[in-house]
């Protein structure tokens, strides 16, 4: 399989119960200040789609920098949580910028 898949691609396989569709949006100002993008999340993403939280349990909460990577261990957990298995495909998006998916 390719890194990337098309819409149509998406589209036939939602149904798949294998398939994990992340919506993982961040949205950074101009002061660096980031807002995770749950609000727009929560206001429509593609269906079946879960949050994934680049600034909440998908980052290391002890590091006082921002977006810093969690440990594997807290990494595999939380990833866990929205779904993802050994056996998973997963499919990454950001609503503004694809850089936010790739840092999954």
């Known amino acids: 399989m390719d ?42 993403h593609i269906p079946g789609a879960g949050f994934a939280d680049l600034m909440g349990p998908l ?3 002890s590091s006082p920098y921002a977006f810093a990577m969690p440990t594997p261990e ?3 957990a939380a990833m866990g ?12 998006y950001a609503g503004n910028m694809s850089a936010w998916a790739a840092r999954v």
Do not use: I, K, M
């Open 74 to 76: 807290h990494f595999c």
């Open 3 to 44: 890194s990337l898949v098309t819409v149509e691609w998406l589209s036939e396989h939602l149904a798949d119960p294998a398939l994990v569709v992340l919506d993982c949006s961040v949205y950074v100002g101009p002061d660096f200040h980031g807002v995770n993008g749950r609000a727009e999340y929560d206001e429509g």
């Open 81 to 92: 949580l929205l779904g993802v298995g050994d056996d998973s495909q997963v499919v990454l």
């Open 59 to 61: 980052s290391d909460p």
